[in-house]
């Protein structure tokens, strides 16, 4: 296995490549072609019932979805966590699980893809995931950074204009 500081590096490596080619990636069904997903661990989340309910044991029915910018990853999350926190597990998630009782779906997604293709993908995204989800979902916040929140904005008008079922359930947005 490797390292986790040779993993990060890899991941941030892909994330960059992605960024500046990955509509050529997905075109060419590389494997280096990120695919939007939750992740857990530093592993795509499969969207299954059984599987949701394994990764998110503690499920609320208020999600709170991380979306990061340009050329990063759901890591971009966790910086300077050891700094402020001195717990690298410590993230704005996990703040916000504590005290106001969100479950954080950090997302992964190729920031190469034009951001109306990435709006309609996260938008089937959060369809499966409310659909799968361990409980009923009545709450989405979208938390979001640079490139992430127009990613968003876009997802919303898409699920507006197709009455999504997630859509009633966002109440916030941070860009």
Not at 37 to 58: H, K, N, W
Not at 121 to 147: C, F, K, N, Q, Y
């Amino acid at each position: 296995a490797l390292p986790a500081t040779t993993k990060k590096r890899m991941n941030l490596a892909v994330a960059a490549l992605n960024a500046a080619v990955g509509d050529r990636l997905c075109d060419a069904n590389s494997a280096l072609a990120i695919h939007m997903a939750p992740r857990s661990d530093g592993r795509d989340v499969r969207i299954r019932r059984d599987t949701l309910e394994a990764v998110y044991s503690d499920a609320t029915p208020k999600l709170a979805v991380f979306l990061h910018g340009l050329g990063e990853t759901e890591n971009s999350w966790k910086i300077h966590a050891d700094e402020h926190y001195h717990d690298s597990t410590v993230t704005y998630g996990s703040r916000l699980a504590v005290g106001p009782g969100y479950t954080p779906l950090y997302l992964r997604y190729n920031t190469g893809l034009h951001i109306s293709d990435n709006g309609k993908r996260l938008g089937d995204l959060l369809t499966a995931v409310v659909t799968a989800w361990p409980t009923p979902v009545e709450e989405i916040v979208i938390v979001a950074h640079s490139m992430g929140g127009l990613v968003a904005r876009s997802a919303c008008h898409y699920g507006e204009q197709t009455e999504e079922p997630w859509i009633p359930a966002v109440r916030h947005a941070f860009y």
